[in-house]
């Protein structure tokens, strides 16, 4: 069984920050993430993955549209790790 976490509208800022942190108990090890855009613009989000608070890594890029998602399924996330 897995957990629905929502950001409201304007939540994803010019820098990063921390979207979820692994717990010591995870639902799975894994995770989906969904990203949208309900603004007017296009926007340009940058997801980032931190293991167990080392050097943050770029997962990946994508430019959204109005109305557009981005979908990762399965991301594994461990006690430690946090996703920007």
């Known amino acids: 069984m897995g957990r629905e976490l929502s950001l409201a509208d304007g ?12 717990t010591s108990s995870p639902p ?6 969904i990203l949208g ?10 997801l980032t993955f931190q293991v167990g608070g080392g ?7 994508a430019e959204l549209e109005k109305d557009e998602q981005c979908i990762v399924r399965g ?10």
Do not use: E, H, W, Y
């Not at 799975?28 to 993430?33: A, K």
């Not at 050097?55 to 890029?61: D, F, I, N, S, W």
């Open 37 to 46: 855009n309900t603004g007017a613009s296009k926007q340009t989000l940058v």
């Open 11 to 22: 939540q994803v800022g010019t820098t990063a920050a921390s979207i979820f942190a692994g």
């Open 75 to 84: 991301l594994p996330i461990q006690a430690g790790d946090t996703l920007l």
């Open 55 to 61: 050097t943050a890594r770029r997962l990946g890029r």
């Open 28 to 33: 799975s090890g894994r995770i989906d993430v």
